[in-house]
């Protein structure tokens, strides 16, 4: 009912920003634990952008333990610096220590797993012209991890969430989240940010409670390689509740409530009511069953639940099975994508319940550990 709600409401109206008079300076954040294999691609794409003001790229290590430092070193004459964590804290925390050695006016995050489009940092920093934008965000370009692809029903969703945000952004004036591979903020905007929260959620969410619009940039692409099988997006997908519920709760102890009642009816329908998705699932699938003696349409409802839930579970079986074994996935031929969706769909719902269990019972994940998707430098 969200983009429903969103259609129903006037565009906001607001202008698309024009080329700054001056590019502000920027400060690159990459934060990173154990990226020997992606961290010399990245920097090497990062340096390859045609950004026209001046640009320092900081490398926010959280201990790692590989070579992953050793080589971010071996690029300090090209401008990079280290900013090293000797003990494993995470990355909010690992961000917070490069922000504070940070000189632009403008943060830039993006993760070591993925590269750029060309002129990204351009087009990302446009717009920063109109002074009420005080967050902006890139936009992930998913792509296959293998030709089996497991994970595809990821990449229908994230293209849902695309367009989700470009309706905030026409209906409403801003977003409240951002994608965590590529984002920047004004220095003087950005919160430090608990162990525990994400900051593609806590960041944005304090901009939008100080008054600054939070908005999307075109040509600033993050390409993104999903995560190999079905296993491994359910972990990922775990972290990410979390991460997103203990967030939330974070930012209402921190923040004033009132400053972000402007947010608030976003709040619910981005993201609370979507995270209470397995419990309205399991009180749907309780009154079906209960009311499918009274009425046929009662008991056709009860039946799909049934069949869908069995395709969803028949489908995260074979998928992940298939995970490594290029090309072999008969049940991807014979049910295409209905099974891919449906199995990611349970998977996500079934991360859900996990993730709710950690927040009630007080567990947010201590250290953060980087999805391992296919390295930065291997082609889409």
């Known amino acids: 009912m ?19 008079a001056a590019w502000p300076s920027l400060s690159i954040v990459v ?5 020997e294999n992606a961290i010399g691609a990245k920097l090497d794409d990062l340096l390859s952008q045609d950004y026209p003001g001046t640009a320092e790229i900081i490398v926010a290590s959280d201990a790692s333990e590989d070579r992953t430092d050793e080589i971010v070193r071996s690029y300090e ?28 006016d403008i943060l830039v995050f993006t993760d070591a797993s993925v590269l750029l489009g060309p002129g990204a940092l351009r087009h990302l920093v446009r717009g920063f012209s109109d002074e009420t934008i005080g967050c902006v965000t890139g936009e992930d370009v998913s792509g296959a991890a293998s030709s089996a692809d497991a994970s595809a029903g990821a990449g229908a969703y ?23 591979c590529l984002f920047a903020v004004r220095r003087f905007l950005r919160p430090e940010v608990p162990a525990e929260a994400v900051d593609d959620l806590y960041v944005p969410l304090s901009v939008v409670s100080r008054g600054f619009r939070v908005t999307v940039a075109d040509g600033a692409p993050a390409y993104v390689k999903r995560t190999k099988d079905l296993s491994q997006e359910y972990r990922r997908k775990i972290r990410t509740f979390t991460g997103g519920l203990f967030t939330v709760a974070a930012l ?5 409530r009132t400053a972000l009642d402007r947010a608030r009816a976003m709040i619910w329908g981005h993201k609370i ?7 309205f699932l399991a009180a749907q699938f309780l009154a079906s069953a209960f009311l499918s003696p009274r009425h046929p349409l009662f008991l056709l409802w009860f039946v799909a639940q049934v069949v869908l839930f069995n395709v969803g579970l028949y489908g995260v079986a074979v998928l992940s099975r298939a995970a490594g074994k290029e090309g072999h996935v008969p049940v991807v031929r014979v049910f295409g994508k209905i099974v891919r969706l449906t199995a990611f769909f349970l998977v996500t719902q079934t991360a859900l319940l996990a993730a709710w269990l950690r927040f009630l019972t007080g567990r947010p994940f201590a250290t953060w550990a980087p999805t391992r998707r296919a390295e930065a430098g291997e082609a889409l």
């Open 2 to 20: 969200y983009p429903l709600w969103l259609k129903r409401r006037p565009r906001a109206g607001h202008a698309d920003p024009a080329e700054p």
């Open 31 to 35: 934060a990173a634990h154990n990226e």
């Open 77 to 104: 004459d090209r401008g990079v610096r280290l900013v090293r964590q000797e003990e494993r804290r995470g990355k909010s925390l690992a961000q917070n220590l490069a922000c504070e050695q940070a000189a632009g």
């Open 158 to 180: 994230t293209g849902f969430e695309k367009k989700l945000r470009r309706l905030e952004v026409e209906r409403t004036g801003t977003l409240i989240g951002v994608s965590g």
């Open 252 to 256: 209402w102890k921190t923040h004033d």
């Open 273 to 279: 009511l979507r995270w209470l998705g397995p419990f």
